[in-house]
């Protein structure tokens, strides 16, 4: 196996500040967890702050070892970074609001408007396909440093 280089590009550095922030967020989630209407929902959400964080500061760093044209470069990091987000603020809503129809093992015991679930559900859906997604494409691009 040759010798792999990594270095910072422009894309790498702008996930790795996006995952900085998005695990600060994670972290003052953390502390108001009490504070909120489920807090099964907000331990949930916090933790998916904090783990999508670092895999978004991880992708920042292996960034200039993927292998994909610019246009699906762009794609699939910005995908990801969003698709997290929406998983995470989904979660955070449902957290607030009762919201449980989406993720019901931390949503037991709990409801919300109509619309709120709806809205949730979507967040949670789309986040969770783009994510899907945009990662198994990011596999998909990290494939050639195998040969």
Known sequence: MGKIMIELTQIGEKLIVIGIVFFLVGLIQGALIPIVKNSR?????????????????????IWSLVELPLSLEIFVA????????????????????????????????????????????????IGSLLSLITCAVLAFGLLPILW
């Open 41 to 61: 929902m907000a331990l949930s959400g916090h933790l998916t702050a904090v783990q999508c964080a670092m895999a978004l500061s991880i992708f920042g760093v």
């Open 78 to 125: 910005y995908g990801c970074a969003l698709g997290f987000i929406l998983i995470w603020l989904g979660i955070t809503i449902a957290s607030v609001t009762g919201a449980s129809k989406a993720l019901p093992i931390a949503g037991a015991g709990f409801s919300a408007i109509v619309t709120t679930e709806f809205t949730v559900k979507v967040m949670v859906r």
